[in-house]
């Protein structure tokens, strides 16, 4: 088989006539191809008079090697098979925390090898977590327990789905096939920006824990993990509670992928004196456009062509201070959604539905902090000051949970907020007119200033001063990392598996399902009496 990238195709393109397309574009006689299929499909929108979709083919066809020599970008493509190892003993069965991206994958990869992973996870399952996050959103109690940070499918089922990722890695095809196969769209197989969106997302995460369950593994909900006991430097017994009190399972294998949200955690570890270092992370607020003036934008007059989804962008800009602001998990035709997951704090993210059909695209606007502004060497310093932040902005927001919200016409004339333009917020509870001065530090504000008018260059109504400001979007990773050996294990504690965002070996949901799938192979590794 060969794969051919870069092959142009018109937005009318008739996807089920492929074929024709090779004939066309690539001038193979249609008696030689022996199948075509469709393996990436991007939107070029750089010039906006000629928006049109680029493909990667995947070739079966006579006379492979001559059209290697004569096609232009055509490589020998043998689709990658991931393995998994069977677990040789069955005495034991790993723990994992946390039912995220990491976690669920983590359970996946355990239970299809015959180890019978049990998941402590301390929210609820998805259809009951949904429920508490409505509630919240509609001006109900939060409930710290059970929120868009916690609960069954972790941090990103409530989110936009988005699963293109910065890393590379073998094992993206299998997760992405699995999610499928567990009921997300088939186009993420093919899409470059492949997506799920929340509806979608809720079922994927059932479906993937009853086939864990299938197999053998068990999910525990509501059940928090609360400490540790060691034996001889090892893991033995693993603590938990839930509404019947306090347990112990007895455990040498710990996948912790509780999240960067379980502050608790983070501070339990602390205090056992796990190696932990401070991380870079990033703080701003989300912006928020009408999406057919973002459509507009990307698409020109292509915009709303039925072959076309609701635009996304990804901009960055260097800033004479030396800070860089850049976006961040945009969100067309989506949401800005509570995020909070502590009481008396305030943090928003981006969410969306398959459709991508909402009145607004929003994304994050970053500003890069680290431990250079921490003011502390303390391992947890970041997380301490994006909890003062957090406060900052629940104030500012008239301490109920709704959010403060500024107009960029507002916050770049510097004036006193004054009313909302066409741009209607999406965040639920609802909005109060407060500036980010109220709650970001002063650098990242300037940051934010001086990089929308830049962007304003580069995307067309960007820096529109009807567009919206809410703040603040403070959980774009962790503030820290669990530090590992290259048996991915504590270097403290033999048979513990800090995995995940949360300890700061993964940024998305794709990468996190891959740590959580090398975790997974290590503690095979491990259990089968091997090295990694
Ligand atoms: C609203 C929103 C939108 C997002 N959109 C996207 C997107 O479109 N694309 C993308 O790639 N990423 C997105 N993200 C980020 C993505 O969700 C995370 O990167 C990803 O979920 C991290 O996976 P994880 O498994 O490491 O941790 P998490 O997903 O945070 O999972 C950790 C789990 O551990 C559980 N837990 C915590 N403490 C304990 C404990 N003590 N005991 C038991 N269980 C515990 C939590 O309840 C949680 O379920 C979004 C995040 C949010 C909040």
New binding site residues.
């Given amino acids: 088989m060969i794969r051919v990238s870069g092959v142009r195709a018109e937005l009318s393109q008739d996807f089920s006539d492929l074929r024709g397309l090779c004939e066309k574009r690539l001038k193979i006689a249609g008696n030689d191809i022996k199948s075509v299929r469709l393996a990436r499909k991007s939107v070029d929108a750089r010039r906006k008079s000629d928006v049109h979709f680029i493909l990667s083919l995947d070739i079966e066809a006579r006379g492979e090697e001559k059209l290697l020599r004569h096609l232009k970008n055509a490589v020998r493509h043998e689709p990658a098979e991931y393995e998994i190892t069977p677990v040789s003993s069955h005495s034991e069965r790993p723990v994992i925390?946390?039912?995220?991206?990491?976690?669920?994958?983590a359970a996946l990869v355990l239970a299809m090898s015959g180890a019978k992973p049990i998941v402590?996870?301390?929210?609820a399952d998805v259809d009951t977590r949904v429920r508490s996050v409505e509630t919240f959103r509609n001006g109900g109690p939060l409930d710290p327990?059970?929120n868009?940070?916690?609960?069954?499918?972790?941090?990103?089922?409530?989110?936009?789905?988005?699963?293109?990722?910065g890393i590379s890695d073998g094992r993206i095809g299998w997760i992405l096939r699995r999610f499928a196969e567990f009921g997300a769209p088939e186009d993420i197989l093919t899409d470059a920006k492949p997506?799920?969106g929340t509806d979608r997302l809720r079922e994927v995460v059932k479906n993937l824990r009853e086939r864990v369950i299938a197999l053998g593994g068990e999910v525990r909900f509501n059940?928090?993990?609360?400490g540790y006991e060691l034996a001889n430097g090892c893991i033995s017994r693993i603590f938990?509670t839930d509404s019947h009190g306090s347990h112990a399972i007895d455990s040498h294998y710990l996948i912790l992928?509780?999240?960067?949200?379980?502050r608790?955690?983070f501070e339990?570890l602390h205090s056992k004196n796990v190696t932990m270092s401070q991380k870079n992370f990033s703080v701003g607020v989300r912006i928020e456009h009408r999406r057919e003036d973002i459509d507009k934008a990307m698409y020109g007059g292509f915009a709303g062509h039925p072959a076309l989804k609701a635009a996304s962008y990804k901009l960055a800009v260097h800033l004479p201070s030396g800070r860089s602001l850049y976006t961040f998990?945009m969100?067309p035709g989506g949401y800005v959604?509570a995020?909070a997951s502590e009481e008396g704090r305030l943090?928003v993210?981006?969410?969306?539905c398959s459709a991508r059909d909402a009145e607004n695209s929003n994304s994050a606007l970053l500003v890069g902090i680290g431990p250079g502004d921490f003011g502390s060497s303390h391992p947890l310093a970041g997380m301490y000051l994006q909890r003062e932040l957090e406060e900052r902005a629940f104030t500012a927001g008239g301490s109920d949970y709704r959010a403060p919200a500024v107009t960029v016409g507002d916050f770049l004339e510097r004036r006193k907020p004054g009313k909302l333009g066409k741009v209607r917020p999406s965040y639920k509870p609802g909005v109060r007119l407060a500036p980010p001065e109220e709650y970001l530090p002063e650098f990242v504000c300037e940051a934010l200033r001086d990089g929308i008018i830049e962007m304003g260059k580069k995307l067309r109504g960007f820096d529109d001063p009807e567009a919206v400001l809410t703040g603040i979007e403070s959980?774009?990773?962790s503030p820290v990392r669990i530090e590992r050996n290259s048996a991915l294990e504590s270097p403290d504690i033999a048979g513990f598996y800090p995995?995940?965002?949360?300890?700061g070996h993964?940024?998305?949901?794709?990468?996190?399902?891959v740590?959580?799938m090398k975790c997974a192979e290590a503690v095979i590794a491990k259990m089968n009496g091997g090295k990694v």
């Fill in positions: 925390v946390g039912f995220g991206p990491a976690g669920m994958l402590l996870e301390r929210g327990e059970c868009v940070q916690f609960g069954e499918g972790g941090a990103g089922t409530f989110s936009d789905g988005k699963l293109n990722t997506h799920i059940s928090k993990f609360t938990y992928a509780a999240g960067h949200s379980a608790d955690v339990l998990c969100c959604m995020a943090a993210n981006g969410m969306s959980r774009s990773s995995c995940g965002e949360g300890a993964a940024g998305g949901i794709v990468s996190a399902a740590d959580g």
